[in-house]
């Protein structure tokens, strides 16, 4: 019997011109993407479409920009497709999709909320001297090994458990420059540093956390008509109330993403179907467990090729 999750895309997975397939044969992409320009006050379709890549790497325009398409492409694939999700997950960013997705908030909710979160991290991350790094063929063990060789100097942590071997780390910049030597030495393959304008997920963005939780403090958020694994602690949740509190926490938390996926296996899903721009998630969800099924709707071709797959 197959159990399906749909899984969210985060920050990373941008690339100009996306959406734009579904935007021009869908009347549903179209409609998203005009409710997005009309939530923003500005037309994140053109950032999206027509912009340049700068423009659209800025964090406060990426995020908004990736869920905006995300949620374009969910809004067809259900239209045409007539299976259900029956969990659902994203990463990072890619929570607020999922949010939609179980009916946690309503579409103009969740474009508003993400960019206002957008728009502290861009902040927070000004004020602060932050930077990350993904730490290539080390054991989980190794890097929390080399972390705790650093973090007396001051602020670095695991910013996502990607997968096994592919951990993400995050902090000031001046550790994350001398963490490639660490990790280097206790066996890492590679140590990549991110083109990212600050250190996500780090104490770095406590700032943005508290003035994130003021924001969302009067927001309805309805309980989930589906689990959401959210990033904390890869647990499934249906109450509104819970995903509320860990919402603001998740700015400065790691992204349990290994352990997400693994909950969800062991809680039953053998599907995953990847909705959003690139298949970052897919290459992640195959390395942690091989035996899963995974589909990436990022396409219409793809969205056809999937649906055509799932026996619809």
């Known amino acids: 019997m197959r159990n399906t999750a749909y899984i969210f895309p985060g920050q990373g997975s941008q690339i100009v011109g996306m959406g734009k397939d579904f935007y021009d044969e ?22 999206c479409f027509n912009g340049d890549t700068e423009k659209l790497n800025t964090t406060k325009n990426t995020q908004p920009a990736i869920l905006t398409t995300s949620l374009a492409i969910l809004e067809v694939f259900r239209k045409h497709f007539s299976g259900n999700a029956k969990a659902t997950a994203g990463h990072s960013l890619g929570e607020y999709g999922s949010l939609y997705l179980a009916g946690v908030l309503p579409l103009e909710t969740a474009i508003k909320i993400t960019s206002e979160r957008a728009k502290l991290m861009n902040e927070a991350a000004e004020n602060t001297k932050g930077g990350m790094a993904a730490v290539l063929g080390l054991s989980e063990e190794d890097v929390l090994k080399g972390i705790e060789e650093l973090c007396s100097k001051g602020i670095i942590s695991v910013a996502n458990y990607n997968c096994p071997g592919q951990i993400v780390v995050t902090g000031e910049k001046e550790l994350i420059e001398k963490s490639q030597e660490v990790f280097k030495n206790l066996g890492a393959k590679r140590v990549v540093p991110l083109a990212v304008s600050g250190a996500f997920h780090s104490k770095l963005m406590g700032s943005a956390a ?90 219409v071709e793809t969205m056809k090729s999937t649906i055509e797959e799932l026996g619809e």
């Open 210 to 299: 508290d003035k994130f939780a003021g924001f969302i403090k009067d927001i309805q958020f309805n309980d989930a008509k589906i689990s959401v694994y959210e990033n904390i602690d890869g647990m499934g949740i249906t109450s509104g109330y819970e995903l509320k509190q860990r919402l603001p926490r998740q700015i400065y938390s790691s992204v349990m993403w290994t352990q997400t996926v693994e909950n969800m296996v062991k809680d039953g899903i053998n599907t995953f179907v990847e909705i959003g721009s690139g298949k970052v998630l897919s290459g992640l969800v195959k390395k942690i467990n091989p035996d899963v099924k995974i589909f990436n709707v990022n396409s």
């Open 26 to 47: 869908y009347p549903e992409a179209k409609e998203v993407y005009s409710k997005a320009d009309e939530v923003l006050g500005y037309k994140i379709s053109d950032i």
